[in-house]
């Protein structure tokens, strides 16, 4: 079992509970929920800077939108989403995000005699899948996408997050933009009705139903995929091109985006332009109130932050994430400096 499966194997229960020695309540503790996808990361992270400052962190992996309640309700220092929030959405609690880690999300089959990437899709075709409007491997619309693979005759099955995710978020927002028919009846969230199909929880869940059902097709983040040795679909991007899923090409949707000019750092990488991109890029986000009610911990949060954008890239790409760019990263570190408060509306973080 990989590192990543044996973590999200024991799914929203399971916290990264790293204070050792100094015990869970220590006051210097650090405390977050939230987003699936970024927890073998923020575990790697988290052990690391324990072994470095006796600091540890408490990370409970619920999924984005049990992060973004406790957030709200405040029982954390630190919410974390897959599905940004727009500005208005920050407006009305009070809070800011930033951009944490980047990955993509990866189309994944189960067919035998099928190798990984030996299958093209595009999107039109994978949303139709979803659907329930194309229902066997061999339909005219994959056979158009793949002339000389002897495509099989199995019935489609897809497999779908049942749990509200950023994943589904990310999915669903590409799948919205490039079929309207899908926007219209199912639309991009954390959680859609979907017409057909089998549901699972997690990424895990999700993969491991994909390996158990003949001729499914699944969504996973692609570490999960990787890691796992899932058989992942090509893909069509935007500029036309075929793409497959890996570092090289999440970095290239990402280096079209502009988060200078996104507002309340709100940005969706599905669908980038440029021959290189993955079409299905998101970025993971780190929610904080505005004015925190406890500025020591807000600060000792912050730092571990800060540690992770300097040393944390290389473990990052090791786990097969995608760093955030040097220059996105001093300008999130710059705007903890004047946006996040103490009771007595002083700034709280201190960089060391």
Do not use: C
Not at 309 to 316: F, L
Request: aromatic letters at 10%; charged letters at 15%; zero cysteines.
């Amino acid at each position: 079992m990989t590192f990543i499966s044996k973590i999200a194997s024991r799914g929203a229960v399971l916290a990264l509970a790293l204070a050792g020695s100094i015990g869970a309540a220590h006051a210097t503790d650090i405390s977050g929920a939230g987003a699936t996808f970024p927890y073998p990361i923020y575990g790697k992270w988290a052990d690391d800077y324990k072994k470095t400052t006796g600091i540890g962190l408490n990370y409970q992996s619920i999924g984005s939108g049990g992060g973004i309640k406790q957030i709200k309700a405040k029982t954390v220092t630190f919410g974390a989403s897959d599905k940004p929030l727009t500005a208005e959405e920050l407006a009305a609690d009070d809070l800011i995000q930033w951009p944490m880690i980047m990955g993509g999300v990866v189309p994944v089959v189960n067919l035998g005699g099928i190798a990984p990437g030996q299958i093209v899709i595009d999107g039109p075709t994978l949303a139709k899948m979803y659907m329930g409007e194309i229902t066997t491997w061999n339909a005219p619309e994959i056979a158009k996408l793949n002339p000389g693979v002897n495509l099989p005759s199995t019935a489609i099955a897809p497999i779908y997050r049942s749990d509200g995710s950023g994943t589904n978020f990310l999915f669903t927002t590409y799948l919205s933009s490039v079929l309207p028919e899908f926007k219209e009846k199912i639309g991009a969230n954390t959680s859609v009705e979907w017409p057909a199909g089998i549901g699972a929880k997690g990424n895990e869940g999700v993969a491991n139903m994909t390996k158990q059902t003949d001729g499914a097709v699944g969504y996973v983040e692609y570490a999960y995929a990787k890691q796992n040795s899932m058989t992942y679909l090509k893909m069509v991007n935007a500029a036309g091109k075929t793409v497959a899923p890996e570092i090289a090409s999440f970095q290239a949707a990402a280096a079209n985006a502009d988060w200078e000019k996104a507002p309340g750092l709100y940005l969706v990488l599905t669908n980038q332009p440029g021959d290189k991109s993955w079409p299905i890029t998101g970025a993971s986000f780190i929610l904080m109130h505005k004015k925190v009610d406890d500025a020591n911990a807000a600060n000792v949060a912050l730092r571990f932050f800060t540690w992770a954008y300097k040393n944390g890239g290389a473990m990052a790409e090791g786990l097969d994430y995608v760093p955030m760019p040097e220059n996105v990263q001093k300008m999130v570190v710059k705007l903890w400096t004047t946006e996040i408060v103490g009771p007595d509306g002083k700034p709280v973080y201190e960089p060391k």
